[in-house]
């Protein structure tokens, strides 16, 4: 099997454009799952991400100790109190279109993502929500195939080792394998990223950038991937946009970025070449091409 390249001709045609006439709520409703109080970096991050990629409205939703210091953070992103099982109610409201669960999570990572995963919604599992799980794929599997929507997993390679331990081939063939298994896109992260979809399609991560290797960028990530789900947009080319969109903002900081520029002013640029008019964008609208798998 082959290898796509992942880049604007593989999902341009799925990107959300906002109609001059639309609110918030049309644009879609993102929830994110807050860390614990000395642990809410990782999920404000997602959560930026998610309303800087275009998502309406985004909330964060945790124990109110923690959200007291989302609230010493956030102007944009809304905060609301409450358990897991409260966070599958809010996912059920039409405002919600998809939810973010696992970056910094915690002890409650395991109870929010089976809770989220039953709502039947778009969803990303990252970080602490796919170690939870490191015990039991098969029941991962289960509930990701019990509703037909996207559910995107965005594991490392440490994760992925934990998740699916037994495993081997080359990393195309091991993130296959997993979509495959479980019926999710998986997002195999890494210089070399792949992304693969349980139909068998897969797309190799070509523009990453050696700058990107810091911390909280893959929050950042599964923020971008969530908010693009948000607005409708397919889970593997939500996927792919999302990959590549991180991948391109990192390669025009450079040098000294942290996760923090990655929800800011180069991930507008970026966006405004993706939506200009199809005569000056300066990217191919023809089919992408394929490479060797590897």
Known sequence: MTL??????????????????THKYARGGVIVWSGPVLQTGASRLAA???????????????????????????TAIMLAEDDAAAFAGRMQTDRVRAACVGPAAGAAAFAVAVAALQAGKPLVLDADALTAFATEPDHLARLVRRQDRAVVLTPHEGEFARLFPD???????RA????????????????????ASPDGR?????????????????????????????Q??????????GCWIHAEAGRRLGAGLIADDLVGAAVCAVLADLLADSDSAPYSATEPAAVPSR
């Open 202 to 230: 897969a797309a190799v991560v070509g523009n990453a950038v050696p700058w990107l290797a810091t911390a909280g960028s893959g929050d950042v990530l599964a923020g971008f991937i969530t908010g693009l789900l948000a």
């Open 232 to 241: 409708g947009m397919p889970g593997f080319e939500a996927a792919c946009a």
């Open 4 to 21: 796509l390249h992942n880049g604007p001709a593989l999902w341009r045609g799925r990107f959300p454009r906002p109609l001059r006439d």
């Open 176 to 195: 296959r394998a997993a979509a495959a298994a479980t019926g999710a896109i998986v997002v195999l992260k890494g210089a070399d990223g792949i992304i």
């Open 167 to 173: 495993f081997a081939g080359s990393k195309a063939e």
């Open 48 to 74: 930026l991400a998610a309303l800087r990629i275009g998502a309406g409205a985004v909330t964060l939703v945790g124990a109110r100790d923690a959200l007291l210091v989302q609230a010493a953070h956030v």
